[in-house]
């Protein structure tokens, strides 16, 4: 359900596009915007990985630095059919993640030392598994179209007038600079909707991958309190990022709101328990190893991942 939403949502998206480019620019102002935006957020696709890496601060980990976590991504990444991500760590209070990179096989997965110190084992299972959910479904991908679209209107409602064809081809100045000052804000909005549905199905997917949803449900009440006690610094510099993370990681308040980048944590987390009632059978998957089982097994107090 998730998926045709996203689909209907990229449809209005792209409707919006040809009904403000044939307002306010005509055909080659259409064409030249969607082609600026295009453009620009190729540049970003390609490299949105190390761009919202060095954003954060983000250190690289491997084997030897962070044996358990990278342990624990190897094995949830075998378990989704994904190739082994880059592995960082964000100097952070809060509690938060994220995944990045244009493919698969150009990922990353960033976690926080705030996340690493209030989660407990099986819990970071269920927020690596959501990560890795993304990387699967080629959300990256997916928010760049949307991005680019609605750049696109945004550079068309600020120079549709110049682009313009014909003077007889124009609609009413008044209706002009209403079109020029709702379009981008619609645009917003479905961009930010599919963000939010996406993050619907990260969450179904995650849980299938760990084997196990209220791992993640468990995970999402910690975030979302941590969250709301701890500044992200960085995050609030690049706000740009924030549809990136696991939780808003602004403090905007978490409505499931049109002008949230995120759905309400409680509906996510009422979601996730309605799918372990339904009988989900993610658990009969092949199991972890043993070195990993031991430790999702263990009883460990947070912060011993580090």
């Not at 928010?143 to 945004?154: D, P, Q, R």
Request: proline share 5%; glycine share 10%; with cysteine.
């Amino acid at each position: 359900m998730n998926t045709v939403k996203t689909a209907v949502l990229l449809a209005g998206l792209t409707a919006l596009f040809g009904v403000v480019g044939y307002a306010l620019g005509g055909t080659t102002g259409m064409l030249i915007a969607l082609g600026f935006a295009a453009v620009t957020n190729l540049f970003a696709y390609w490299n949105s990985d190390q761009l919202a890496l060095a954003a954060h601060g983000a250190v690289e980990v491997d084997a030897r630095t962070a044996p358990d976590l990278v342990g624990l991504v190897g094995e949830l990444a075998a378990r989704a059919g994904l190739p082994m991500p880059r592995v960082y760590i964000i100097e952070s209070a809060q509690p938060n993640a994220f995944a990045t990179g244009r493919n698969p096989a150009n990922s990353a997965v960033a976690v926080s030392t705030g996340l690493l110190d209030t989660l407990n084992r099986q819990e970071l299972a269920g927020v690596i598994a959501h990560e890795l959910a993304h990387i699967r479904n080629r959300d990256t991908l997916l928010m760049t179209v949307s991005a680019t679209i609605a750049g696109a209107i945004s550079t068309l409602a600020q120079f549709g007038f110049i682009f313009g064809g014909r003077e007889a081809e124009r609609m009413n100045p008044i209706v002009a600079i209403a079109t020029a000052l709702l379009a981008p804000i619609a645009a917003m909005i479905i961009q930010f909707a599919i963000s939010r549905s996406r993050e619907y199905e990260a969450d179904r997917l995650g849980a299938e991958i760990c084997g196990n949803p209220l791992w993640l449900a468990s995970a999402l009440a910690r975030i979302e309190a941590g969250a709301q006690r701890y500044v992200n610094v960085e995050a609030e510099r690049h706000p740009a990022t924030a549809p990136l993370f696991i939780v808003n990681p602004l403090r905007s308040g978490g409505l499931d709101s049109l002008f949230s980048t995120h759905p309400a944590t409680e509906n996510r987390i009422a979601a996730l328990h309605e799918l372990a009632r339904s009988g989900f059978g993610g658990a009969a998957r092949p199991g972890f190893g043993p070195a990993v089982r031991r430790s999702l097994g263990a009883t460990g107090w947070p912060g011993t991942w580090r």
